[in-house]
């Protein structure tokens, strides 16, 4: 019972990281963060511009 309760609560835990990532941040973008975490890619730096007038 109590084996089942861990392994559903894990099932229902990744299940619902996976949807997410799906939907809200896409597996592309995911994939390149964890590049540059792990030191495989350096970050982009991007350069903003606001025209003063």
Same mark, same amino acid.
């Given at each position: #019972?109590?084996? =089942? $309760?861990i392994l559903g609560a894990l099932l229902w835990t990744l299940l619902? =990281? &996976?949807? @997410? $990532? @799906? /939907?809200?941040?896409?597996? !592309?973008?995911? &994939?390149?963060?964890?590049? $540059? %975490? %792990?030191? #495989? !890619?350096?970050?982009? /730096?991007? $350069?903003? %511009? /606001?025209?003063? =007038?």
């Amino acid at each position: #019972m109590k084996r =089942t $309760v861990i392994l559903g609560a894990l099932l229902w835990t990744l299940l619902i =990281t &996976a949807a @997410h $990532v @799906h /939907l809200n941040v896409g597996w !592309d973008r995911l &994939a390149a963060q964890a590049r $540059v %975490f %792990f030191g #495989m !890619d350096r970050e982009e /730096l991007i $350069v903003g %511009f /606001l025209p003063v =007038t």
